[in-house]
């Protein structure tokens, strides 16, 4: 009967000390290099009181010209190792794992950060109220280059004291739309069957694998779906965790979803708060139903992130072996030490911020269409936590009474703030 607070160890060998896992939480706190600053050392030493097992950075991008938003950290011949170094040690105490993320944005790098994204093919994001640029197809040379730079990121974070990376090949990133018959268009060998869709990221994993070595721990964020018709399948999901059983990729955290249909942001309401399916609420975790799927074809450690906030469907899901790692976000922002009172027993549920951000409606929002309307909740929504992970980068504390209204005002659509915020990545 596998609990949260039971350990687990991973195929490399390296033991996590219990079942909770910070999910990866985009920071935008870095400096106009791209490079770790003092605050995500306050960040992180807010997180440290979480106790989680194992937590994951935000995006750590490979390539800066292509970021998923202003603020990114960036591992890319721009310096900053004694601050990734500082970094890595602020989120590794408590006997927490800390480990990198490490990503590229490809076409969703939006039109304030990137001119010309890159991309399996020249397809465009299509997102009411949303800026991006139509991207570029990548050549043979950008996609050496794409692996080079993963291959060089993992290096850099294994130098600088993480204890794993992830490489995320979901939420329509680079990884992923190579992945995506919708997105992937290619006539050779990176496009057509799932076996050349899915070539970039095993030769990425083959590459990192033999630059680590067999004892440091890799993981993959893969999508169960992207929930667009004609796209990434469950069932071409299931036929890439078979691949990277193969490579020996020691943990899969499944997600769903991109920025033109985000499933991933919402658990028991969509961003103009319909309510999901009695089952999906009752169940919490809505990515579950996946996990369950993917067992048949993934027997290795397996982390679900997205919904879970009571112990007891946490336990039930690890006593019958649907997962084996339960990713916490949302709650971590407004309350850090929330997972370890799971843990000790003093609490049985996590905190739902969440639940008071009411969407923001016509009255509030006359200027808008309906379409724009729902874009500017979705990143609202989003605006809300990253408005609360700068406070308590300045050392301050979350506001944790803010509106949707609110987050809005101070994020609008596509974080035209955030990128007047900070400088031109390459004012530098």
């Avoid at 605050?39 to 097992?53: Q, T």
């Avoid at 990884?175 to 496009?191: A, H, K, Y």
């Avoid at 769903?256 to 999901?276: M, S, T, W």
Wanted: charge should be negative.
């Amino acid at each position: 009967m596998t609990r949260i607070t039971d350990p687990i160890t991973l195929p490399c060998g390296v033991e996590l000390p219990n079942r909770l896992a910070k999910a990866a939480m985009t920071e935008g706190l870095a400096d106009p290099r791209n490079r770790a600053t003092e605050r995500h050392i306050n960040l992180y030493n807010y997180w440290a009181a979480s106790h989680v097992g194992m937590a994951l950075s935000g995006n750590i991008h490979v390539d800066r010209r292509y970021l998923e938003r202003a603020g990114n950290v960036a591992v890319d011949g721009n310096g900053g190792l004694d601050e990734l170094k500082a970094m890595a040690a602020a989120g590794s105490q408590n006997g927490t794992h800390f480990w990198a993320q490490i990503s590229h944005a490809g076409r969703q790098s939006p039109a304030p950060i990137c001119a010309e994204p890159l991309a399996p093919s020249a397809s465009a994001v299509h997102m009411p109220g949303a800026e991006f640029n139509t991207p570029r197809a990548a050549t043979e040379d950008d996609i050496a280059d794409v692996i080079e730079r993963f291959v060089h990121a993992a290096e850099t974070a294994r130098a600088c004291g993480f204890g794993g990376i992830q490489v995320h090949a979901a939420h329509g990133y680079l990884l992923s739309e190579f992945l995506s018959p919708l997105t992937n268009q290619r006539n050779d060998r990176w496009g057509g069957s799932l076996e050349n869709r899915a070539r970039l990221l095993t030769e990425i994993i083959t590459r990192v694998r033999k630059a680590v070595g067999p004892a440091y721990p890799i993981a993959v964020k893969l999508n169960s779906a992207d929930f667009q018709k004609g796209g990434f399948s469950p069932e071409d999901s299931r036929e890439v965790l078979r691949m990277l059983d193969d490579l020996g990729v020691d943990l899969v955290e499944l997600s769903g979803g991109n920025y033109e249909d985000p499933v991933l942001l919402f658990g028991d309401k969509d961003a103009n708060g319909r309510p999901v399916r009695e089952s999906t609420r009752q169940r919490e975790a809505y990515f579950l139903d996946f996990a369950r799927d993917a067992r048949e074809v993934w027997q290795r450690p397996l982390m679900v992130t997205g919904g879970f906030r009571t112990a007891q469907a946490m336990n039930a899901a690890l006593a019958a072996g649907e997962l084996d790692l339960i990713g916490i976000g949302r709650p971590l922002v407004g309350d850090p030490s929330c997972t370890a009172r799971l843990l000790d027993g003093s609490a049985d549920s996590l905190p739902r911020f969440e639940d008071q951000l009411q969407p923001v409606g016509p009255e509030q929002l006359p200027d808008l269409d309906e379409a724009t309307r729902l874009t500017a909740n979705t990143f609202g929504h989003l605006g809300w936590f990253y408005m609360n992970l700068f406070r308590i980068g300045d050392g301050e504390a979350p506001a944790t009474d803010a509106t949707m209204l609110d987050s809005i005002q101070k994020f609008p659509p596509m974080e035209q703030a955030v990128v007047e915020r900070w400088d031109s990545p390459w004012s530098a």
